[in-house]
């Protein structure tokens, strides 16, 4: 007779209702089937019958009014174990606001903040003194701080992380690697210099939008999920949905079953690291 199943911690999904706040992000047609609502009541039941026993839900905007409302929402869900939300890193009183987020309801669930770098125009955003300030503070409160930025951001956030080593940095979708064109470098090299760095941990999520949406194979991402698994090891690795966003190329399920066969090398104990014991060690959930 089979064990029973090894639990699943989905690292990382968005929520968003559009009628509460726009999403400014999602325009033209690549992305208009997201122009809707994406709510828990979505989300629940496709998570459960992929086996995922708790989520980490991630902001999508730079809105401090977000923030408090996934952090209710985590109050009153059985599913939502952490959230990363957003607060203004370069802000005097970014240390202020953090204990108050800390106090509202749901307010144990914060587990980390999130900036869209990506969509910074300079590349060194993460190493300006002001942002230092602030993410010395993130770390000062105990909380993670999650790195979504684009291949020619990783060089920053390798500074950023070596001026820090007392804030853990999650990064997310393994630094959104080329996968649509093939090519591994200089992404990789970038990678691994910021693995190098003791504080690092390494989402395995995003793949599948980075690849082209309606030809990609499991094989398509097996060079960058490797190359990832290479540098982070088991340990500072885990799984992310980044549902709804990859149901641009996948749904829930096959991505989970994606993130499976590229672990397909790895022993037992490396794989639940992956799918549940990294994240639950990061992100503090409970």
Known sequence: MPGPRPRVVDAHHHVWDLS????????????????????????????????????????????AAETPELLALAAGSALVAGVVGWSDLTAPGIADTLAALRELPGGDRLAGLRHQVQGEPDPDWLTRPDVLRGLAAVADAGLVYDLVVLPHQLPAAVRAAA??????????????????TGRTRPWADDLRALAALPNTVCKLSGLVTEADPHTWTPEDLRPYAETAVDAFGPDRLMFGSDWPVCRLAATYTEVLDTARALLDGLAD?????????TAERVYGLR
């Open 20 to 63: 509460v706040r726009d999403q400014d992000w999602i325009t033209g047609e690549a992305l208009a089937p997201l122009r809707r609502d994406f709510t828990l009541a979505d989300l629940e039941p496709e998570a459960r019958a992929a086996g995922v026993s708790a989520t980490v839900l991630v902001q999508t905007v730079t809105d």
């Open 163 to 180: 001026a820090l080593p007392g804030l853990v940095f999650v990064l997310d979708h393994a630094g959104k690697p080329p996968v649509a």
């Open 269 to 277: 104990h490396e794989r639940d690291a992956v799918l549940a014991t």
